[in-house]
């Protein structure tokens, strides 16, 4: 099940941001040739050996929903002020309002909203004003780069008030009784920072459990946003784990070992 009308969105005032929803995480399901089996699957084949249908799959997909989303980046349109010249006749001097929009592209839609200010315009040499005119566009978006610094846990371990926290979930499947895959975006705002977890929990009884992460923190006086992924999964049968704890993924997190990692920082734009 999905949970199309349940989407987190982080958005700077210049229209840049970042969202997680359900469709664009479910875009992140790969095509596989060759899907994960559940536990009872070679007993299944094994009791069907004489029939040929029970030995070939038709249609191969990921049926646990893994993805690797690691949420939307938004970007917006800037428009840009053309300086032109008109006569004041009466003082030579004068005041010009600019209206400045900004397009949120969200998939299919367009959110537009104006932020309408008055700018001051100063008198050149012939008697005459600038004026300031909506015309050429550019693009404003977060600039992604690798970075070397982490996202310190011990600021995050401050006790300090929780000005807001929401936990939203983009879709969960209990893989026909065979386990469980689970999507979840956590917020929760500081008066100082930021911190935003998104997990991808997968649990197939008696096969494997996998734990995909984004982590995004942001400190308010800083320009910037850290991201961290991590894919984490094992085998249960190498893990020798209790149940309560491989069906906890606060508690299994920690146990399961680290196969990829990307760690990235994202610039909010510069303003003109």
């Known amino acids: 099940m999905y949970f199309n009308n349940n989407i987190l969105k982080l958005?700077?005032?210049?229209?840049?941001?970042?969202?997680?929803?359900?469709?664009?995480?479910?875009?992140g399901v790969e095509e596989?040739?060759?899907?994960?089996?559940?536990?009872?699957?070679?007993?299944?084949q094994s009791a069907r050996a004489d029939f040929p249908f029970a030995q070939s799959i038709v249609k191969p997909f990921d049926w646990t929903f893994t993805t690797d989303y690691k949420?939307?980046?938004?970007?917006?349109?800037?428009?840009?002020?053309?300086?032109?010249?008109?006569?004041?006749?009466?003082?030579?001097?004068?005041h010009g309002a600019t209206d400045?929009?900004?397009?949120?592209?969200?998939?299919?839609?367009?959110?537009?909203?104006?932020?309408?200010?008055t700018v001051k315009q100063g008198e050149n040499d012939t008697?005459?004003?600038?004026?300031?005119e909506p015309s050429l566009e550019d693009r404003l978006s977060l600039t992604i780069e690798e970075t070397d610094e982490r996202i310190d846990v011990n600021k995050l371990k401050v006790r300090e008030e929780i000005l807001f926290y929401?936990?939203?979930?983009?879709?969960?499947?209990?893989?026909?009784?065979?386990?469980?895959?689970?999507?979840?975006?956590?917020?929760?705002?500081?008066?100082?920072s930021l911190f935003i977890l998104a997990r991808f929990y997968l649990r197939v009884d008696g096969v494997l459990a996998r734990i995909n992460e984004t982590r995004i923190y942001h400190e308010l006086n800083k320009r910037?946003?850290?991201?961290?992924?991590?894919?984490?999964?094992?085998?249960?049968?190498?893990?020798?784990l209790p149940v309560s704890t491989v069906v906890n993924p606060n508690l299994l997190v920690g146990l399961l070992p680290l196969i990829h990692?990307?760690?990235?920082k994202l610039t909010l734009p510069r303003l003109r």
């Open 11 to 27: 958005e700077h005032h210049s229209g840049v941001g970042i969202e997680f929803n359900a469709l664009d995480a479910l875009k």
């Open 224 to 240: 910037y946003l850290l991201r961290e992924y991590t894919n984490r999964e094992a085998k249960l049968g190498t893990l020798n």
């Open 127 to 132: 008697g005459t004003t600038e004026q300031s």
């Open 261 to 264: 990692s990307r760690y990235e």
């Open 100 to 117: 400045r929009s900004v397009v949120k592209e969200e998939g299919s839609q367009n959110i537009i909203t104006a932020d309408s200010s």
């Open 32 to 44: 596989t040739k060759d899907p994960l089996k559940v536990a009872v699957a070679d007993g299944w």
């Open 166 to 192: 929401d936990d939203v979930t983009l879709y969960e499947d209990e893989l026909a009784d065979h386990g469980t895959a689970h999507y979840s975006v956590k917020v929760r705002v500081m008066p100082g």
């Open 71 to 94: 949420g939307t980046l938004l970007s917006a349109i800037r428009k840009a002020r053309r300086k032109t010249t008109s006569v004041d006749e009466t003082s030579g001097s004068g």
